[in-house]
């Protein structure tokens, strides 16, 4: 289970939630229908379109901490 909490540099607070454990070592799309994106700042959520593609796994990449399809968060 993953929720991720970001604080941009303009003061807005948005995240994302699925609630899988990643299977390591392997480069591959994750589906999940309990997924969600959020909003803080703007007191909102929003489904993901596209439940088949909700988080890809880097595992060539050890420094990507979650890539959502809607947005992309880099250590």
């Known amino acids: 289970m993953l929720l991720t909490i970001v604080q941009s540099e303009h003061d807005k607070r948005f995240g994302g939630f699925r609630g899988f454990k990643l299977d390591q070592g392997e480069d591959k ?3 999940e229908d309990k997924a969600f994106i959020f909003s803080l ?4 959520k929003h489904e993901i379109l596209d439940k088949t593609k909700v988080y890809y796994n880097h595992a060539s990449n050890k420094g990507e901490f979650a890539q959502f399809n809607d947005f992309v ?3």
Not at 41 to 44: A, D, E, F, I, Q
């Open 73 to 75: 968060l880099y250590n």
């Open 41 to 44: 700042s703007n007191r909102s």
């Open 29 to 31: 799309w994750y589906s």
